[in-house]
């Protein structure tokens, strides 16, 4: 009997690693994701020429089927100055505003098997712009980020593309894609983000 058993215990831990390395390669990483990353935005104005935005974000994923995840993600894009130029005819007068974006998406990506994806992603979500002034004539601070689509929260939709590598639980993500809201019109705005990433 305790040959039986000694036998037994000795099976078992022989058989672990070699489960645990299966288990590995049939995507016992793959329940969930979550990174952060660095953004650039090229912000679309339809009243000058567009705004370069730089910023930092995080995101979280999880598995909803063998090649789906459902992302949920937020980023913040450090403040930019924007200027516009008021000429009624008579006097010309500048404001300068200082301009901070939040972005909030929501939705899936579809992705390739294995260690070395290609995906697509569809979200859709808000984007906030906050702003600060000098103290100019009343008025024309709200009027300097008109042509941005004005201040407050709008609805924002993303389709993008890029490619993710792992290795084990860590991997590297790059993304680009058209960052879209809506505000009496649409404005296009290039988006592109890089960053680390953990699966488990």
Known sequence: MK???????????????????????????????????A?????????????????????????AARHVQIEGEMNYDFERNFTTTFNNGVTTSFATTSLRPLTGLFGPKFQ??????????GKVGFVNFTRTGAAVTPGTVGNAISGVGGPGTHLAVYPGAGFEGFWG?????LEAGDEVYFNN??????????????RF
């Open 39 to 63: 953004d650039y935005m090229r912000f679309d104005t339809s009243t000058s020429n567009p705004i370069n935005f730089v910023g930092f974000g995080a995101r979280a994923g999880f598995n």
């Open 112 to 121: 390739t098997p294995g260690p070395f994806k290609f995906f697509v992603t």
């Open 185 to 198: 019109g649409t404005f296009n705005n290039l988006r592109v983000s890089f960053g680390p990433q953990l």
């Open 3 to 37: 040959r039986v058993t000694l036998l037994a215990i000795l099976s078992t831990l022989l058989a672990v690693p070699s489960w645990l390395k299966a288990q590995e390669g049939h995507g016992d990483y793959d329940h969930a994701t979550v990174g952060i990353f």
């Open 169 to 173: 639980p860590f991997g590297l993500r």
